[in-house]
């Protein structure tokens, strides 16, 4: 309806009021704006103001153009904002009808709906940070209500510049009329700053002697830094969420520096360029992808390699790379005038977590980095860059953190009425959730909590999140495993403030995290849950890495597994991916049988330079051996016996990860079915089918007797895979040969694996399943706590309507 049809209808109707309550991420992102700016143009009287709830809106019209008020302010709702929930409610009197329309003063006596999460620059402030006659040119910190720092500078609520790290800094006259007009895009901006007001960025030596940069450049220390970027320096570079580490990954050297320095051998490096262009001459970017490399969140994707090579050093074992754009105004000037890509990896030692303040970051950098890019602006909250990859052509998040974190989950259908939880998560990749007011908070990326300054970090953030969003639990919700860092805080918490306390099986998590993303509702009938992953306490007590679960909120039903396989001196197995091939062969064959049939191997050299009368007797004795259904250690096993990371991996997946990097696409989409490595279904002892690797073994030996390449031996391991985990869906989910469960969840580490997960719904959905995988939360550890959190909810909803 165009305006002049609207005016027309409108003058015929007479003038209603009605409170207009909107939920969902509507404060601190420009919303209560966008509602006056519209209300004006549209004539309505009334008010905006934010609450405890959200954003509530009173407002006075004719019905006709309240309707279309709110049809506009759903389409041009603030890039930032996210709107849930619209109510309304007729006001029956309307003789206090107020004239013209005002952001009245907000009602901080209630919890404020949160805090969002950090954002890319936006367009707008970009043009400023680049134009010289604005009065932001070159600024670093140039942000408005559309973009800049949220979480990372939140130190308390409600959510003001009081109670932020820019509370230092008083406004000047112009930014103050900035942040009181209601028209202005930096109307209550709070981190709102320029030249006069705003934090300072410096360049320094860590070693504290003097630096001169005028030999380096003519405008400021951000460009000086871009010159020793160019000349083959590495530079500690203060953030939004913490320091990073920089150089020009062109420069092979450099990048062997950086990883000396680091001590990280061969995780892959985190990129950023200057523009889509660079990025593009080093990967194949999709207009999927693209458009999350420009989003607001501004992750880094992983992208398939094409054209120009980085030094293998970037990348050690890949064929893709982690690019991200500048998502500040100090990253974009900083590159302003560097053409090549830069490694942007988090400043910090391996295994530590990411330096946060100036004083900790020139101690702890100091010897990786002669210098560093640094500001006054504290941050207040450590949050990690994101991780994104395309997957099944849907964007999947891989490490949630900045730029997503702590937006809050809607809960899906049936938990409105859930009690306050607080859900513990994992030990490694760990996050924690709380459940409050119909939503799912999900933290920031926290990291291995085995590291002693990530548990802190994890336990300052606990305290944090309870205060900024008022959440006194109700449950307490922990990991079956008795020996995770969080779960002991748990359940000591637990105890201290006499909280009921409820232990969730893993991988009941992980498909309880799947069914929540897909917002799968309490009441669904139960789904058959894939949880592939490294390893998690089981049911039973034994450990669980490959399982097949009739599974929804309420219970978990084990009906198929992989085969158990020891895991020979225990953790050790996951650092040296050697022993889980001589597990895995001795599980199914006698060294004597081994040997007399593929003793030409180098394998086979390679075992006998091994202890193996130590090992055959833990394998015996089962001391320090326990078993494991571990479809993670089945991919060690598989690229050890390939001989990729055969003697050690140096973090976790790598072998992994460096299987599906070789994987011959050819064999793996055009190669006769048949020649796929075959498994089998046998039933164990307890009655449960489970998945039997022998005669993927014995072919996989084959190929390596006839000198197969190893990229096609990667293809039909991959392959085969799929094809045995979708015959075991088919067998599970049929009875007398009817369809009994039609919808297949897809949850644990193993699912970051592209080559799988992509093979197996491919699968699913030509046998008509309705296939449901990860994308708002991580499918790895980092999305259990989501899980936990709903399951503790749906056992405490079925315990309230029990009484």
């Given at each position: 309806m165009n305006d002049a049809a609207l005016n027309t209808r409108a003058a015929r109707e007479p003038v209603v009021g009605e409170q207009i309550r909107i939920r969902g991420i509507v404060q601190g992102v420009g919303f209560r704006p966008t509602v006056w700016k519209l209300a004006t143009e549209m004539s309505l009287n009334g008010q905006v103001l934010n609450d405890g709830q959200g954003v509530l809106v009173t407002a006075w019209a004719e019905p006709a153009v309240i309707e279309h008020f709110i049809t506009r302010l759903q389409a041009e709702a603030p890039?930032?904002?996210?709107?849930?929930?619209?109510?309304?409610?007729?006001?029956?009197?309307?003789?206090?009808?107020?004239?013209?329309?005002k952001i009245a003063r907000s009602d901080h006596n209630a919890i404020q709906t949160g805090i969002t999460p950090d954002a890319a620059i936006c367009p707008a402030c970009k043009d400023d940070t680049f134009n010289p006659f604005t009065r932001r040119y070159r600024y670093p910190f140039t942000n408005c209500t559309h973009c800049g720092p949220r979480l990372s500078i939140t130190r308390g609520i409600p959510y003001d510049r009081d109670n932020t790290s820019m509370a230092f800094f008083y406004l000047c006259p112009e930014c103050q009329a900035e942040f009181d007009d209601p028209a202005d895009r930096r109307f209550h901006a709070q981190p709102n700053a320029c030249y006069v007001c705003g934090p300072k960025a410096w360049l320094e030596r860590t070693d504290d002697l003097v630096l001169c940069t005028e030999s380096l450049t003519q405008l400021d220390d951000v460009d000086a830094a871009c010159s020793l970027l160019q000349k083959g320096e590495i530079l500690a570079i203060k953030g939004i969420g913490g320091f990073h580490l920089a150089c020009d990954a062109t420069q092979t050297d450099t990048v062997n520096r950086l990883r000396e320095g680091k001590q990280r051998y061969h995780k892959p490096f985190a990129l950023m360029a200057r523009d889509l262009d660079i990025i593009q001459q080093y990967c194949v970017v999709s207009e999927l992808e693209v458009a999350q490399l420009q989003s607001p969140q501004a992750p880094i994707v992983i992208l398939q390699t094409q054209g120009d090579a980085l030094p293998e050093a970037v990348a050690p074992g890949q064929n893709t790379l982690g690019f991200m754009l500048p998502y500040t105004p100090l990253h974009h000037l900083l590159l302003k005038r560097m053409q090549r890509p830069i490694v942007l990896t988090s400043g910090n030692r391996s295994d530590e977590p990411q330096c946060i303040d100036n004083a900790e970051a020139k101690k702890r950098l100091k010897r990786?980095?002669?210098?560093?890019?640094?500001?006054?602006?504290?941050?207040?909250?450590?949050?990690?860059?994101?991780?994104?990859?395309?997957?099944a052509g849907k964007p999947q998040l891989l490490r949630r953190a900045r730029g997503y974190a702590p937006a809050t989950l809607p809960l899906p259908s049936g938990f409105a009425d859930s009690p306050a939880i607080l859900a513990m998560g994992g030990e490694l990749k760990n996050t924690f959730c709380l459940i409050s007011q119909g939503n799912a908070i999900l933290s920031q990326h926290m990291g291995d909590l085995e590291n002693a300054a990530t548990y802190a970090?994890?336990?300052?953030?606990?305290?944090?999140?309870?205060?900024?969003?008022?959440?006194?639990?109700?449950?307490?919700?922990v990991d079956e495993h008795p020996e995770y860092l969080s779960s002991k805080l748990g359940r000591s918490k637990a105890e201290s403030l006499n909280l009921p306390l409820n232990t969730v099986q893993h991988h009941h998590a992980h498909i309880a995290a799947c069914l929540a993303d897909n917002d799968i509702p309490l009441t669904t009938e139960p789904v058959l849950g894939v949880a592939l992953d490294g390893l998690g306490y089981?049911?039973?007590?034994?450990?669980?890495?490959?399982?097949?679960?009739?599974?929804?909120y309420q219970q978990a039903q084990r009906l198929g597994t992989f085969k158990p396989v020891a895991m020979l001196g225990g953790t050790q197995a996951m650092h040296e991916p050697w022993r889980n091939t001589y597990a895995h062969l001795m599980a199914e064959m006698s060294w004597d049988v081994f040997k007399m049939n593929f003793d030409t191997l180098e394998l086979t050299r390679f075992f006998e330079r091994q202890p193996l009368a130590t090992y055959n007797a833990m394998l015996t004795t089962g001391?320090?051996?326990?078993?494991?259904?571990s479809v993670g250690r089945l991919f060690d096993a598989v690229a050890a016996a390939i001989g990729i990371c055969r003697e050690s991996a140096s973090y976790e997946g790598q072998a992994a990860i460096e299987l599906e990097a070789i994987v011959d696409q050819n064999t793996l989409l055009h190669e006769e079915e048949a020649l796929a490595y075959p498994f089998a279904i046998p039933t164990l002892i307890q009655g449960i089918p489970y998945i039997e690797p022998l005669a993927m073994w014995q072919a996989l030996l084959g190929d390596l007797i006839l000198n197969t390449p190893a990229p096609v031996m990667a293809a039909r391991f991959h392959k085969g895979l799929a094809k045995i985990i979708v015959t075991m869906i088919k067998k599970l989910t049929t009875h007398q040969e009817q369809r009994t469960v039609q919808t297949v969840a897809l949850s644990?580490?193993?699912f970051q694996n592209k080559t799988l997960l992509e093979q197996i719904v491919i699968r699913l959905e030509q046998e008509q399943f309705q296939v449901i995988t990860h994308h708002r939360v991580p499918t790895n550890d980092g999305g259990l706590a989501l899980g936990q959190a709903l399951i503790g909810a749906a056992h405490a909803l079925q315990h309230n309507e029990r009484n």
């Open positions: 890039p930032l904002a996210r709107i849930d929930n619209i109510e309304r409610t007729l006001i029956r009197h309307t003789e206090n009808k107020p004239e013209g329309f990786i980095a002669p210098f560093m890019l640094t500001h006054n602006r504290d941050i207040a909250n450590r949050v990690d860059d994101s991780v994104v990859r395309v997957m970090d994890y336990q300052k953030n606990l305290s944090l999140y309870e205060t900024l969003y008022q959440h006194k639990a109700e449950r307490i919700i089981g049911a039973d007590g034994t450990l669980w890495g490959g399982e097949f679960l009739l599974a929804d001391n320090n051996a326990p078993l494991a259904s644990g580490g193993v």
